[in-house]
């Protein structure tokens, strides 16, 4: 059969060719260090995973948490400067399991708050927990760095009986190195079979994460692809589902018919 494809043009967020990843080892692929346990100093280190990963071949979290606990990688920033965390994460328990926990600080340690309250606080994931996710989902938060900033714990936690808290695939990006531009070019080589049977082939111009998504917006396949793979979708019911292509610094989405 004829492999029908489509191209939608959209708008998605780019790095620009000066951006540049602040944090070190942050897939992991180096082992954990830089990143230790804490800040606190009740905290333990994350497990590495050779067999749960977003990417490349390690991943670090905690298999089954029966206290509070976390990890972080303390990085030099610039106070007035705008940063942007990313990270990949798997959770679940009680929905109340993992969090991103990072803070500013002086150069003395003390904490820098930009915001009145941990309900405004992006950093802090707004005073709540992240969303329970069964495959890998990513979650992005940015905050200004306050007055007398010198560096920021980027740290996440997990929580009693978080029976799933794994992460993967962090960054650390100065805002003003990244800008939203129009990405037809990357947008015109992504190509792939919009009515789908057992597979969903996809045709990229480098490797990516393809991100699989109902109608409603849940989250339902995610995996790290060449040009040219395919995606088992045989156990996907009949309907449309949302497809998005993200390589990093650009995300581009296809609505495809599962039949």
Do not use: C
Request: glycine residues 6%; without cysteine; proline residues 4%.
């Amino acid at each position: 059969m004829k492999k029908i494809f489509t191209i939608l043009s959209v708008l998605a967020i780019s790095t620009t060719a000066f951006s540049q990843e602040l944090l070190t080892n942050p897939g992991f692929e180096a082992g954990l260090a830089p990143w230790a346990s804490g800040p606190t100093g009740s905290y333990t280190a994350p497990v590495i995973s050779t067999s749960d990963v977003h990417s490349g071949t390690q991943s670090a979290g905690y298999p089954g948490a029966t206290a509070t606990t976390g990890f972080f990688q303390n990085v030099p920033v610039t106070d007035g400067k705008t940063y942007v965390i990313s990270f990949w994460y798997k959770s679940a328990g009680d929905d109340t399991d993992t969090r991103l926990w990072s803070v500013y600080k002086t150069a003395a340690g003390v904490p820098v708050y930009t915001t009145a309250n941990a309900d405004t606080d992006a950093f802090r994931t707004n005073n709540g927990y992240l969303p329970s996710a069964a495959v890998w989902t990513k979650h992005t938060a940015e905050m200004p760095a306050g007055t007398g900033a010198t560096n920021l714990d980027v740290a996440v936690r997990a929580y009693n009986n978080a029976t799933v808290a794994q992460f993967d695939d962090f960054s650390l990006m100065d805002k003003a190195t990244m800008a939203v531009t129009d990405v037809t070019s990357f947008d015109k080589a992504i190509k792939m079979n919009t009515n789908v049977k057992d597979a969903l082939t996809v045709i990229l111009p480098a490797r990516a994460t393809v991100n699989i998504y109902t109608a409603e917006g849940k989250l339902v396949s995610s995996n790290r692809i060449n040009s040219g793979e395919s995606i088992n979708t045989s156990s996907l019911t009949k309907g449309m589902y949302i497809v998005t292509v993200d390589n990093g610094s650009a995300k581009v989405s296809r609505k495809v018919m599962k039949n």
